[in-house]
């Protein structure tokens, strides 16, 4: 994935929730929790993105002690391309709010 | 004693939907995948339960199992059975799938490519070094000849399965023309092979006697899979 390139909402998910210590079982949940039950990601989903943000380094093995539950946190760069995609989505809500306020008057 | 029985897959490349509603049915009637088996399944006897299956393609690093197995154990995804890169798993009705995103369900089937790819490749290549050998090599009955056509045999299935394996990425990336393309490849080289053969045929009176040879392996090949998995059938009766 290039630089340019906007994350998928999952990896947006994800990320947020790695910006604490937390192993897959703990993002998952995480997310579940604080969405409601709006969003759920799949375990196969889930392991995909933890090996790709691993490998672009976006997060970091944080404690390996549970072989089962190993756990991630978010590097320097991770939370850089973190806020960089938070600053487009709140843009992109500004916009629509905005759309919708002036069709509405 | 445990019940079990055998049932067939219709090849996860070609039919993975259809083989997870044929599992998710015999469970239903309470027979329940318990592992892989030659071109199948072998299913055992236990309650009635509406279970749901699916599977995953992927690569695991040493070390990573532990942690892979517990991701969809705790979504609810219990592990059934491995075969290579292969994963199966198995959920109560109702159970969030366990992809849930497009660019995922995409990486799913890139790797489930690339795994076949991996096999496809080199036994094509080989495939066709052995036929350029056969052809240039003076005797027409000879070993590379025989050779040429038992690894046809084999190349043939296993790209038709690669190129089927690619032609799931296109689908899951919504690239339908390339797909299309792909599902049209094998029928236009085998329209090629047979020109090729006819037009071969009116100068070279080999070609009956490549006809036999390749008759023998098309008949050889499902031959010797029909025995070894009867035979293994056979012996796993014996066991229980």
Redesign the interface.
């Known amino acids: 994935m290039s630089k340019n390139e906007q994350l ?3 990896m947006f998910y994800i990320m947020a929730a790695l910006t604490r210590p937390r ?3 703990g993002v ?2 995480q997310i579940e929790e604080t969405s409601n039950g709006a969003v ?10 933890i090996k790709k943000l691993l490998k672009n380094e976006w997060i970091y093995l944080y404690d390996d002690s549970d ?4 756990t991630y946190l978010l590097t320097e760069k991770g939370r850089e391309v973190l806020d960089g995609d938070l600053q487009v989505r709140k843009l992109m809500i500004k916009l629509a709010e905005a759309g919708l306020k002036e069709a509405e008057e | 004693m445990k019940k079990t029985k055998y049932i067939t897959s219709g090849g996860l490349a070609f039919s993975e939907k259809e083989d997870m509603d044929k599992l998710q049915r015999y469970s239903n009637e309470g027979w329940h995948v318990k592992g892989f088996k030659l071109m199948g399944y072998t299913l055992e006897k236990g309650h009635r339960s509406d279970y749901i299956y699916s599977i995953d393609y992927r690569s695991l690093a040493e070390g990573d199992e532990d942690e892979y197995m517990d991701v969809f154990a705790s979504a609810g995804w219990t592990h059934i059975a491995s075969s290579a890169d292969i994963h199966l798993f198995r959920a109560q009705a109702g159970t969030e799938p366990i992809y849930t995103d497009r660019d995922t369900t995409v990486e799913k089937y890139r790797n489930s490519a690339v795994s076949v790819g991996k096999a496809a490749v080199p036994l094509v290549l080989l495939t066709v070094l052995a036929w350029i050998g056969a052809v240039m090599s003076t005797g027409m009955f000879n070993v590379l000849t025989i050779a040429a056509v038992i690894l046809t045999a084999c190349a043939v299935p296993t790209a038709w399965t690669a190129l089927t394996a690619y032609q799931n990425k296109w689908k899951a990336e919504g690239k339908k023309k390339t797909a299309n393309l792909a599902m049209a490849l094998p029928f236009l080289i085998l329209l090629l092979g047979i020109a090729a053969f006819v037009w071969n045929s009116d100068s070279t009176g080999g070609a009956i006697r490549m006809l036999t040879a390749m008759l023998i392996g098309a008949i050889a090949f499902p031959a010797v899979v029909w025995a070894v998995m009867t035979l293994s059938q056979s012996i796993r009766v014996k066991q229980h």
């Open positions: 998928t909402d999952s192993h897959g079982y998952m949940s759920v990601i799949g375990p196969a989903s889930m392991y995909t993105i072989s089962r539950r190993k």
